[in-house]
């Protein structure tokens, strides 16, 4: 997906295309647009160059050799474990998510700047159910912008939703509250 935002006259356009080869055309389209507005906004102003210091930890170049099979067998690992340790959680619904970008700008005052950034995630929802004794509902997910943090990140993230998910079993109804 590319971005194109034009600035003429303190005034926006902006365009969006999925496909490179109609990207100038994309630029022409938002410059139309900037021309087309008649509400300049002073503050609409592009900067000139200025010394900019990278943001540090955006992306992990381990990113670069991940596989979807890479991402299942996390899953499998997920999966596994409840089976093993944990049967009597039922899962209701699971995720994993992994994003990977690239952005730059340029601008007509000799700006030119770019970066990557990556982050994979995992969600998942449950609850643990022992004959017609059944827990409550229960979520929980993380996510890293480094690949060796997530994995460990997961691992202590969903064993603890594991066992919250088996600390509502034996759930008793408690007297109401009025206040």
């Given at each position: 997906n590319f971005g194109v935002r034009v600035i003429e006259n303190n005034c926006e356009g902006f365009m969006t295309t999925n496909d490179p080869g109609t990207l100038?055309?994309?630029v022409k389209q938002a410059k139309i647009l900037a021309l087309?507005?008649?509400t300049p906004d002073l503050s609409m102003e592009l900067p000139y160059p200025q010394q900019v210091s990278p943001v540090e930890g955006l992306?992990?170049?381990a990113f670069d050799d991940i596989y979807l099979n890479d991402i299942l067998n996390l899953a499998s690992g997920?999966?596994?474990l409840k089976k093993s340790e944990f049967g009597k959680v039922n899962i209701d619904s699971g995720s994993f998510s992994f994003y990977k970008g690239f952005k730059h700008i340029s601008s007509s005052k000799n700006i030119s700047l770019s970066e990557m950034e990556a982050a994979i995630s995992a969600g998942y929802m449950g609850m643990a159910v022992d004959g017609d004794d059944i827990g409550s509902?229960?979520?929980d997910g993380c996510q890293s912008r480094n690949l060796?943090?997530?994995r460990k990140l997961l691992g202590i993230n969903y064993s603890e939703f594991l066992n919250r998910c088996m600390g509502c079993l034996g759930s008793r109804t408690i007297e109401g509250?009025?206040?």
């Open positions: 100038f055309e994309s087309a507005q008649n992306y992990d170049n997920c999966m596994e509902f229960d979520h060796t943090d997530f509250f009025k206040g």
